[in-house]
């Protein structure tokens, strides 16, 4: 295996598990702890942050390297990067509405939050920030945002699970799920090892 080929693979590993969006870096909490009521949900707000994230790392990343860089223009990067996101979430929420009505319905206010998902805008910042090509920002996007469904549906999971089982009233509702998202942390942890 060629050199760049293993890097994309140690990157790809490390964007998603070792330095998990949420539970590493904690960005995307809102759209985490929001839409993670049911396992269904979770994952389709996974495959649209899958969708947003690596679209927007490719064309985050050819603005910035055809457009930005040659017109010595680069400080207007966050708001390039905003207006690609915004409406790369408006295509997606076109799509949902149109095609798949159940689960648009399902996400209704979250949608839109992945708009101001600082996950999505993070990734593209970082891709800029650690001067990776355009191959390398589209699998570090891809990478981040599968960390981030896996990590969402692993807690929609719990919280289905967590519904049917005694919990003292203090920690009721929003309380255990943020214990739960932090021992999720502590054990993503573990993978810090593995790179």
Avoid at 67 to 83: A, D, H, R, S
Avoid at 93 to 102: A, G, N
Avoid at 143 to 170: C, H, M, Q, W, Y
């Amino acid at each position: 295996m060629s050199d760049y080929i293993v890097q994309l693979i140690v990157i790809a590993l490390g964007s998603s598990l070792v330095s998990n969006v949420v539970l590493s870096q904690f960005l995307g909490l809102c759209p985490f702890l929001g839409v993670s009521k049911s396992v269904k949900t979770a994952a389709g707000m996974g495959g649209a942050v899958i969708f947003v994230i690596t679209l927007a790392s490719l064309v985050a990343g050819l603005l910035y390297g055809f457009v930005l860089e040659p017109l010595g223009i680069t400080f207007l990067k966050t708001i390039v990067f905003i207006l690609v996101i915004a409406a790369l979430v408006q295509f997606v929420e076109l799509f949902l509405k149109k095609y798949m009505k159940s689960l648009y319905k399902a996400l209704g206010v979250f949608l839109p939050l992945i708009t101001t998902n600082c996950a999505v805008l993070g990734v593209a910042i970082t891709n800029v920030n650690l001067e990776y090509d355009l191959l390398t920002s589209v699998v570090n996007g891809f990478a981040t945002s599968v960390g981030f469904a896996i990590a969402i549906i692993i807690l929609a999971g719990i919280r289905e699970k967590i519904a049917f089982n005694d919990i003292p009233k203090p920690f009721q509702g929003m309380p255990i799920v943020l214990v739960t998202a932090g021992l999720m942390a502590i054990a993503f942890c573990g993978f810090a090892g593995l790179i």
